[in-house]
């Protein structure tokens, strides 16, 4: 194998040790780990390096499931990415995860329920079923987090329609059905007509629910996602939350944007400070809209609703990422919902601050596009737009 680029870390433990192969340099340091375990570290640094095969994504896993030790722990979490990204081994599927009724326990004829992803707008599908007779007592809602209950359907069916409905909703929109506790999503329910009070479908909410519930099932239910991942590891995990921006360059990754109404009055004040006349370079005027466009990351989610609204989003979604097997990104996603729910700033949360300046610089690239829209149109020149013209270089 070449020793070519290893850091000085490495040498030491092929020396220490006599080999050239970091696997067998994996195990002895490992051994050594509670004497030395700055020589572990450099050693799962290694594998993740220049190990190639199955065997070394495996051994890192065992170590994984043994230690206790939070740093060996993110080390093996880094070697393992550095072994997928240079294609020397790939996870193995997750088992499937634990049912609802496994995790709640069984309920002869209780309801079930299921939820899909909340796309980029905050809208999803909840929808629950019981058996009754020989059909299938069914209700669906859509379901947006700003606006409410957009659309529901109550009535009677048959097993097979809505395994048929499942199939369907896949194929037509990407969005993947998940298994969730019923009584969960029978809260996430009650949360959107709150949000949009109507006499008329809370009434067939309330009917469809005597025959769907069992008496007596509602009240305070606790969160999904807390059942499947370690709340306080994640709390204490650091590198979930820093691995966090990852999620938006996934193809189904979250794509939400904040809502334009509450960028609204920052897009003003960030306009102003790019716009002032006050000015003495180009530079300064750089350095101003920055310190501007950074301050309002943090007012666009000062009220303590809007926190919330995204805390729930990305709960809601660490489950649905748990129940498809996606362990590590429902880390990332419970990271992110814990660190909000804890007060963290925005700028401390990656994936959040990150979608908020993408919010905030699509709102103000639209903004400017209609502004230039309108100067092409009018006469008139403003003073930002003399200064603009004036700074541009002109054609010989």
Not at 148 to 161: F, P, Q, S
Not at 225 to 244: G, K, P
Request: net charge neutral; with cysteine.
């Amino acid at each position: 194998m070449s020793r070519r680029g290893t850091t000085p870390a490495w040498r030491e433990i092929a020396g220490r040790f006599g080999t050239d192969d970091p696997l067998t340099a994996l195990d002895r340091a490992m051994h050594a780990g509670a004497e030395d375990p700055a020589l572990a570290a450099a050693a799962i640094a290694w594998v993740g390096a220049e190990a190639t095969g199955p065997e070394a994504g495996r051994k890192l896993l065992e170590i994984e499931a043994t230690t206790a030790d939070k740093a060996t722990r993110r080390e093996i979490r880094r070697a393992l990415y550095r072994l997928e990204q240079r294609g020397a081994w790939r996870r193995p599927e997750a088992p499937p995860p634990p049912s609802t009724s496994d995790l709640l326990g069984p309920v002869e004829d209780g309801p079930e329920a299921w939820v899909t992803e909340i796309d980029p707008g905050g809208t999803r599908l909840l929808w629950i079923a019981r058996r009754i007779g020989d059909g299938v007592a069914s209700l669906t809602a859509v379901v947006n987090d700003v606006t409410g209950v957009r659309e529901l359907n109550t009535g009677e069916t048959r097993r097979k329609a809505i395994r048929d409905a499942h199939r369907s909703l896949v194929a037509k929109t990407g969005l993947a059905l998940v298994e969730a506790p019923w009584r969960h999503v029978d809260g996430l329910l009650e949360d959107a007509l709150a949000i949009s009070p109507d006499e008329k479908r809370a009434a067939e909410v309330e009917s469809a629910r005597r025959v769907l519930l069992p008496p007596g099932a509602r009240g305070e239910v606790a969160r999904p996602i807390d059942s499947v991942v370690d709340r306080e590891e994640v709390e204490r995990d650091r590198d979930a939350l820093l691995r966090s921006p990852e999620l938006r360059r996934e193809k189904d990754g979250p794509a939400w944007l904040v809502p334009f109404d509450w960028v609204e009055p920052s897009i003003e004040r960030v306009a102003a400070a790019r716009e002032s006349l006050v000015v003495v370079s180009p530079a300064q005027q750089e350095e101003r809209v920055r310190d501007a466009f950074e301050r309002e990351i943090e007012e666009i989610l000062r009220a303590p609703e809007r926190r919330a609204l995204f805390a729930r989003r990305f709960l809601e979604s660490a489950w649905v990422a748990a129940r498809r097997g996606r362990r590590e990104r429902a880390r990332a996603l419970d990271a992110c919902g814990l660190a909000i729910e804890a007060g963290l700033p925005v700028a401390e949360i990656p994936a959040l601050a990150e979608l908020v300046r993408l919010s905030l610089a699509f709102a103000l690239e639209t903004r400017a596009r209609k502004a230039s829209e309108q100067a092409r149109s009018s006469l008139v020149v403003t003073p930002a737009q003399a200064m603009a013209e004036s700074r541009a270089p002109r054609r010989r």
